[in-house]
């Protein structure tokens, strides 16, 4: 029973993440794969214009900025593959 609290407590939903990265990127491209199928583990490919000129570094840092402090704790894990547009 506590780990499936834990779960609950620590899992971020698929629309969620999207949502949070849209409100940042709003031209973003978003695909996102649950890698586990827990609602842990995540991999997601933004396409944006907005990441021209950027470098790699850059283009992550604004889609983990756009989660808000989220990454590590709700969000366990998310493998970020950026495109510019």
């Known amino acids: 029973m506590v780990k499936r609290l834990y779960e609950l407590i620590m899992s ?3 629309k ?3 949502k949070h990265i849209k409100d940042a990127i709003p ?3 978003i695909e996102i794969q649950d890698l ?3 609602g842990n583990h995540y991999s997601a490919t933004i396409t944006s214009a ?4 950027k470098s790699k570094i850059e283009q992550h840092k604004m889609v983990y900025n ?3 402090g989220k990454m ?3 969000l366990h894990a ?5 495109k510019e547009e």
């Open 16 to 18: 969620e993440i999207e």
């Open 36 to 38: 586990a199928g827990d």
């Open 27 to 29: 031209d973003a491209l």
């Open 72 to 74: 590590g704790n709700e």
């Open 78 to 82: 998310l493998a970020i593959k950026t």
């Open 12 to 14: 971020m939903d698929l």
């Open 50 to 53: 907005k990441f021209a000129g």
């Open 66 to 68: 756009s989660l808000k």
